[in-house]
């Protein structure tokens, strides 16, 4: 996943502690959209964005946030989010439609512990509409309300994120997460030990996987630590939960997918778990699965952090949370070769899909590319390092959209007298749709230089 997920401890008393083929499934969904008294008024903040030093938000990146691909039922990553969204039991996971990706820089970052200089709060890794409020980088954003507001004890939401990003077939500035997340609360119960006998009678009815599962990993240890105050016994019982939901939810999918996909791999499928770290959960754990013959990243995953839960107005409550990168696996469901592909509006592309099937992409074209290197002085006394790979690929894709499949730094080079320091990278246009003429070619390039040079000041090479 890509962060951060794509990523304060508090004392608590004992007491208060006291995973496809499924033709024609689509999930309803209960619409809990962006529903504190701060969204209220979404409308009018759609058109009121106040402008000020810290915005970056390009013209493209704005349009995308309009696209809305999840609300195409046939779109595969809709496709995708109903399959999973089938495996939680609609009586315990309200499934949350948050539209606007507009958020507050609390909701984003500091609601989710994260850190002052965490690198996700940087303008070169955020888009942000001013010094108070950005595109939401991650589902997270959204956790502390999900667990304030719904009327179940747990959650499901997904939806489109935004971040500043490299330029090649896996990553665009634009993406889709979905995020879950359950909890319980002691109140009413007597002592640890009937709590936790809850949580484990919660997790004897979800179905064992079947499918083998590699977990060398500790319920908590130093370097993936249980939280302060929490019963070592309620950890190990929230863990246990989560782990068996995730193995679920991943076992059926891939299963019943290689079960009806004579080119899937044979090889037994399994799954394993690896530590990891993230602000808003601790002990946290990713989880990945085998196949095709190699290990894909899937989940990112954790006990919720009490801070969470104080935040949301809940403090005694525990539990856990997930968060999960559409594109990515969607792309090996499917097998889309290129993440742009699924912002193509092509319908060669967008008629190939049917609600609750999983079925192979069938490529529709296969266009020749064509290199351009951009090379440049920087300004004096700036160094390669001031200057940000992101700050290029927001200039690519303003002047050339999705033309653009690939940007990559080949060489910089300082110069032994003068010490100026120059870059060069390599631009891959190349269209998912059509063939691109070298005239076009060469005006898309040469607005891609000019607007560096006006922009950064840097001297054309």
Avoid at 9 to 27: E, P, W, Y
Avoid at 81 to 110: G, L, M, Q, W
Avoid at 235 to 251: D, F, M, P, Q, Y
Avoid at 369 to 376: E, I, L, N, P, Q
Wanted: glycine share 6%; charged share 25%.
């Amino acid at each position: 996943m890509r962060i951060n997920w794509s990523c304060c401890r508090q004392l608590v008393s004992i007491q208060k502690l006291l995973k496809v083929r499924a033709g024609g499934l689509h999930t309803t969904t209960r619409q809990l959209s962006n529903s504190t008294q701060a969204r209220n008024e979404e409308g009018k903040r759609e058109d009121s964005i106040e402008k000020d030093e810290w915005t970056n938000v390009t013209a493209t990146i704005e349009r995308l946030t309009h696209r809305k691909l999840l609300s195409n039922p046939a779109h595969p990553l809709s496709i995708l989010r109903d399959i999973i969204f089938s495996k939680f039991p609609e009586r315990e996971y309200t499934r949350a439609n948050f539209p606007n990706p507009r958020v507050s820089v609390y909701e984003n970052f500091d609601s989710l512990n994260f850190a002052p200089d965490h690198i996700g709060r940087s303008k070169t890794d955020t888009y942000y509409l001013n010094k108070h409020e950005v595109l939401r980088t991650h589902t997270s954003a959204h956790q502390v309300e999900s667990f304030r507001v719904h009327p179940t004890p747990g959650f499901l939401v997904a939806a489109d994120v935004y971040r500043r990003d490299e330029i090649d077939r896996t990553h665009y500035p634009a993406f889709h997460q979905m995020e879950g997340g359950r909890w319980w609360s002691p109140e009413g119960m007597s002592s640890v030990k009937e709590f936790v006998a809850k949580i484990e009678a919660d997790t004897a009815k979800i179905p064992v996987s079947g499918i083998k599962i590699v977990d060398d990993t500790l319920p908590f240890h130093d370097g993936n630590p249980r939280q302060d105050g929490q019963s070592p016994e309620v950890c190990i019982a929230l863990t246990n939960h989560l782990k068996r939901s995730l193995e679920r939810v991943v076992g059926e999918i891939f299963e019943n997918i290689a079960d009806g996909d004579p080119s899937a791999t044979k090889e037994p499928l399994q799954i394993r778990w690896i530590d990891a770290t993230f602000p808003f959960t601790s002990p946290s754990w990713e989880m990945e699965v085998y196949w095709q013959g190699d290990w894909l990243e899937l989940f990112g995953c954790g006990v919720t952090q009490q801070r969470v839960f104080e935040q949301a107005g809940h403090p005694e409550r525990v539990g856990w949370a997930v968060g999960l990168g559409l594109e990515r696996l969607a792309m090996v469901l499917f097998g889309i070769p290129d993440i742009r592909l699924f912002w193509s509006e092509d319908p060669r592309f967008l008629e190939q899909f049917t609600p609750g099937v999983v079925n192979a992409f069938k490529p529709f074209s296969k266009y020749p590319g064509t290199y351009r290197d951009v090379a440049f002085w920087l300004k004096d006394g700036t160094t390669p390092e001031q200057f940000h790979d992101n700050d290029l690929m927001d200039i690519v894709r303003e002047v050339a959209g999705d033309l653009v499949e690939n940007v990559s730094l080949i060489d910089k080079f300082t110069h032994p007298k003068t010490k100026r320091n120059s870059l060069c990278y390599r631009v891959l246009f190349q269209s998912m749709e059509r063939t691109l003429y070298n005239d076009e070619i060469n005006v898309l390039q040469d607005n891609i230089r000019e607007t560096l040079k006006i922009k950064f000041g840097v001297e054309l090479r």
